[in-house]
């Protein structure tokens, strides 16, 4: 038996969830723990269920017989003695490692963020995560958005009111790039040694200059969880444009804002950019993976983590931008 533990935000689920998949459809007898990943991390649950997904939970024997984590006092007191027995690989780097298709009686902890693990079936991996079955299941549920702010067209001081359908037809009749800033626990001091200084506002210029040289009539949507920063820095910008008599970049850009507790709609409405423009996170490289616009341009920062080899995770559809 292989169990897969579930854990960090949904991008990385769908990495686990993939890799689920893979090692089932080679045939072996693959189980999920979807409570241990979550147990110290208050934010975080499993968050794949929007996508009417299956799959067989390990049991809590099963759990304690493959971590050797039994109560009982006699196996407190083996442990102690003689060190625990547990049966578990803890992802050591970022690379690809097919030797992980090959194994059984292990319990794996990572995120497995490569394409590589489910190369065999992308296909089926691209129906089961398909964005438009998401969409369905964000309007039944009434996760369209709550009008919650300003619809941030940038030139704009009238701000009207942003749903996800209306942004859904802007983005469907434009061509339009997904701009994903990623910030909030990116900045905690404790993930600014791994995530920081690679995501810059040179990256983002670049990156954005790079998809205007390609696409001149492209329109920008900023995605971010870190709304009324973005906001400020557009206006600080657009002052200053307006200083120099250069608009640049301002006319063609929207902060998207649907309030609260907008992941999953934020998540369909990058996928269904014609291209993107992505942050150092898998929640945007899942949607620029989703989008099935045959045409489309994905460009990445050329660092994904400080000190990492993740030369695996880009894949043959994504451009390096420099990351300054």
């Given at each position: 038996?292989?169990?897969?533990?579930?854990?960090?935000?949904?991008?990385?689920?769908?990495?686990?969830?993939?890799?689920?998949?893979?090692?089932?459809?080679?045939?072996?007898?693959?189980?999920?723990?979807?409570?241990?990943?979550?147990?110290?991390?208050?934010?975080?649950?499993?968050?794949?269920?929007?996508?009417?997904?299956?799959?067989?939970?390990?049991?809590?024997?099963?759990?304690?017989?493959?971590?050797?984590?039994?109560?009982?006092?006699?196996?407190?007191?083996r442990r102690?003695?003689?060190?625990?027995?547990?049966k578990?690989?803890?992802?050591?780097?970022?690379?690809?490692?097919?030797?992980?298709?090959?194994?059984?009686?292990?319990?794996?902890?990572?995120?497995?963020?490569?394409?590589?693990?489910?190369?065999?079936?992308?296909?089926?991996?691209?129906?089961?995560y398909?964005?438009?079955k998401?969409?369905?299941?964000?309007?039944?549920?009434?996760?369209t958005?709550?009008?919650?702010?300003?619809?941030?067209?940038?030139?704009?001081?009238?701000y009207?009111?942003?749903?996800?359908?209306?942004?859904?037809?802007?983005?469907e009749?434009?061509?339009?790039?997904?701009?994903?800033?990623?910030?909030?626990?990116?900045?905690?001091?404790?993930?600014?040694?791994?995530?920081?200084?690679?995501?810059?506002?040179?990256?983002?210029?670049?990156?954005?200059?790079?998809?205007?040289?390609?696409?001149?009539?492209?329109?920008?949507?900023?995605?971010?969880?870190?709304?009324?920063?973005?906001?400020?820095?557009?206006?600080?910008?657009?002052?200053?444009?307006?200083?120099?008599?250069?608009?640049?970049?301002?006319?063609?850009?929207?902060?998207?804002?649907?309030?609260e507790?907008?992941?999953?709609?934020?998540?369909?409405?990058?996928?269904?950019?014609?291209?993107n423009?992505?942050?150092?996170?898998?929640?945007?490289?899942?949607?620029?993976?989703?989008?099935?616009?045959?045409n489309?341009?994905?460009?990445?920062?050329?660092?994904?983590?400080?000190?990492?080899?993740?030369?695996?995770?880009?894949?043959?559809?994504?451009?390096?931008?420099?990351?300054?």
């Amino acid at each position: 038996m292989i169990i897969i533990q579930l854990a960090g935000g949904l991008g990385n689920q769908m990495f686990q969830y993939a890799l689920y998949l893979q090692l089932k459809s080679l045939g072996k007898n693959v189980k999920i723990d979807d409570v241990a990943g979550f147990a110290q991390d208050e934010k975080r649950n499993p968050a794949l269920y929007p996508f009417d997904i299956t799959y067989e939970c390990a049991s809590k024997k099963e759990l304690v017989h493959m971590l050797d984590s039994s109560p009982l006092p006699w196996s407190r007191l083996r442990r102690k003695l003689c060190g625990r027995k547990k049966k578990a690989y803890f992802e050591a780097d970022k690379c690809f490692h097919p030797e992980i298709m090959t194994w059984d009686d292990i319990y794996l902890e990572g995120y497995w963020q490569t394409e590589k693990y489910f190369a065999d079936i992308s296909d089926d991996i691209k129906k089961i995560y398909d964005t438009d079955k998401l969409l369905q299941y964000i309007r039944d549920n009434n996760l369209t958005g709550t009008a919650a702010g300003p619809a941030a067209h940038a030139e704009e001081t009238d701000y009207g009111r942003m749903t996800m359908d209306g942004l859904l037809a802007r983005i469907e009749t434009t061509e339009s790039v997904s701009v994903h800033i990623r910030r909030g626990d990116y900045l905690l001091p404790e993930n600014l040694e791994l995530f920081g200084d690679i995501c810059t506002e040179s990256y983002y210029e670049n990156a954005m200059e790079q998809m205007k040289s390609e696409r001149p009539d492209c329109r920008f949507y900023l995605f971010t969880n870190d709304k009324e920063w973005l906001k400020g820095q557009i206006v600080k910008r657009t002052e200053t444009n307006m200083q120099n008599a250069d608009k640049g970049f301002i006319d063609d850009i929207e902060v998207v804002d649907l309030g609260e507790q907008s992941d999953y709609a934020e998540f369909v409405l990058m996928s269904k950019c014609k291209h993107n423009i992505l942050a150092n996170s898998s929640f945007s490289w899942w949607a620029s993976y989703l989008n099935h616009n045959p045409n489309k341009i994905v460009l990445a920062p050329d660092r994904w983590l400080n000190g990492w080899d993740c030369k695996d995770l880009y894949r043959n559809d994504m451009r390096k931008v420099n990351a300054g």
